[in-house]
C-alpha cells in the first residue's frame, strides 16, 4: 500500500457474524484478532474495530457499519480493514458503493485480508469488482436454495407461518393441528357472515362473547384465507395442506362470493375500496394542541381522536373537547398559510431564523427502529397476500410507499450534520416547488407537497399554529 504520509497509516477494523453458523469459522474474536495481527506486522495504527454481531450482509442496514460510514470524515483513517470481502457485504451493488462512494470519496482505501489486496493499487480496485460478483452469486445460491425448500414445503402441503397460526390451529413440531375452542370461533364467524350479518357486526359480537382482539380487519382475512378448507399457500401458489380443515369447502366459496359480490362491493366508501391510500389532504398531519391525540377525518370534519373515541389505542384524554373542524376549511386555511408566509418576506425569516439554532444531528438509534418497523411493515402485507386475506392489488401500492420510506431512512443513517443554510436551502426550495405545483395536481401529489414543509398542524380551538419541517 502506498503510503498517504511519514507516519505509520491510522486503520479502522470491521469486522461481522450473521447466524451461529458462521460463528464457528468467522468468530468476532476470530476476525478481530486477525486484523490486530495484520495491522501489527504492517506497522500501522489499529484505531478502532467496529463489530456488528447478528446481521446479515445482504444489506447495509448494521448500526455499526453505519457509525463506521457517519465517522469516515473525521475520524482521520487512511484506510479500512476486513478480514474477508464478504464481510463488509455480500451484495455486489452494496459492495461497490460501499467503497466507490464512501470510502474512496473519503480518500480512504479498503483492504481485505483474506484476499490480500488493497483498492489502493489498480489491480486491488479491479480484484473488489470481480470478488464481489462471486459474492453475490453465492447469496442468490443461498436465496434460491432457501426459496426452493419453501416451494417443496408448500407443496408436501406444509403450512407457512412459523410459530404463528391462523385461529382454530396450533402450530406443533411445523405442523398445524386444529385447535377445538377456536375451531368452533371460526365456524361461528362464517355462519354469522353466511346468515347476513355484517362484518363489524360479526366483530362486536365475538368481542362480546369471546373477548380479545376481533377486527374487521381480522374477520375479513378469516373469510378469505383457505387455510380453514385444508390448504396452504406459498409465493402466490395454493397447495393440498397436510392439516385438517375447519370448515366445508361450500361454506368457503359461498363466503368467497358474497364478498366480491356487486352489491357488497357498491356500499363500500372510497376509503374502504383503497385502505392504504390517505383520502384527506391533512391525514395524519392535524394533532390536539390540548391533550396531544391525533385528529382523524370522520363524516366531513377533522375530530380529536381522544373526543370522538374512534379508536380506543389513540385516545389520550377521555375528557379532551376541542373543537372539531369541518375538512375543507382546515384544508384551506393550512393552504392560504403557506402561500401567505412565501409572500411575506418578514415572517419568512422569522420562520427560518427561528431553526436557525444549532444544527440537526441524526439520531440513528431512533431512524434504526423506525427502520426495522418499516420492514416488519413490509413483511406483515406479503404475508396477508400470501394467505389470501388481501388482494395484492391493494396491497402494492402501501409496500411500495413503505419501500419508499425505506430507501429514504437508509439514507438518513449515514447522513452527517446538515447545516443551518443548507436546512434553510432546502426548505424554501421545498416552498417553491408548493408554490409551483400544488394547484391541479392529484391530492397525493398535494398530500405530499404540504407535507414537505410542514411536519404537524396544531389545533387548539380556532386557533391552528404550523410546525415547519425545517
Known sequence: MSPKASAPLTVCGYVRVSTENQLENYSIEEQSQRIRSYCQAKG??????????????????????????????????????????????????DTLTLIEDYFLAQGVDFISINENFDTSTPFGRAMIGIL??????????????????RIGRGKAGYYHGGGTSPTGYDYVNGELVVNEYQAAQVREVFQRFLAGE???????????????????????????????VGKVKFAGEEYDGRHQPII?????????????????????????????????????????????????????????YSRSKATRKFIVDPNCKNDNWPIEDLDNLVVSYIRRLSANQSNLEAVLQS??????????????????????????????????????????????QL????????????????????????????????????????????????????????????????????
Open 132 to 149: 464481489s460478483v462471486f459474492a453475490q452469486l453465492e447469496k442468490d445460491q443461498i436465496t434460491e436454495r432457501f426459496t426452493m425448500g
Open 355 to 400: 431553526a436557525s439554532a444549532g444544527e440537526v444531528k441524526v439520531d440513528t438509534a431512533a431512524i434504526t427502529r423506525k427502520l426495522k418497523d418499516v420492514e416488519q411493515q413490509i413483511s406483515r402485507l406479503i404475508d396477508l397476500y400470501q394467505v389470501g386475506s388481501v388482494p395484492m392489488g391493494l396491497l402494492s401500492e402501501r409496500i411500495h
Open 44 to 93: 500501522w495504527v489499529l484505531q478502532k474495530i467496529y463489530t456488528d454481531g447478528g446481521y446479515s450482509g445482504g444489506n447495509t442496514n448494521r448500526p455499526a457499519l453505519q457509525e463506521l460510514l457517519a465517522g469516515l470524515p473525521t475520524c482521520g483513517a487512511d484506510a479500512v480493514v476486513v478480514y474477508k470481502l464478504d464481510r463488509l457485504s455480500r451484495s455486489q451493488k
Open 198 to 228: 355484517s362484518i363489524n357486526a360479526i366483530a362486536r359480537q365475538m368481542i362480546k362473547t369471546y373477548g380479545g382482539n376481533w377486527s374487521s380487519a381480522k374477520i375479513c382475512g378469516m373469510l378469505r384465507n383457505s387455510v380453514y
Open 248 to 304: 366445508p369447502q361450500d361454506w368457503f366459496d359461498d363466503a368467497g362470493r358474497l364478498l366480491t359480490s356487486p352489491e357488497r362491493e357498491d356500499k363500500k366508501t372510497p376509503a374502504q375500496k383503497t385502505p392504504f391510500r390517505a383520502g384527506f389532504l391533512l391525514s395524519s398531519l392535524v394533532y390536539c394542541a390540548r391533550c396531544g391525540a391525533r385528529y382523524s377525518a370522520v363524516h366531513g370534519y377533522y375530530k380529536c
Open 403 to 470: 419501500n419508499l420510506e425505506k430507501e429514504v431512512l437508509s439514507k438518513e443513517l449515514v447522513s452527517i450534520p446538515v447545516s443551518f443554510e443548507e436546512r434553510r436551502n432546502s426548505f424554501l426550495k421545498k416552498l417553491w416547488g408548493f408554490l409551483e405545483h400544488f394547484d391541479g395536481s392529484p391530492l397525493d401529489t398535494q398530500r405530499l407537497l404540504v407535507s414537505s414543509i410542514v411536519t404537524k398542524v396544531w389545533v387548539d380551538g380556532s386557533t391552528v399554529e404550523l410546525e415547519w419541517r425545517i
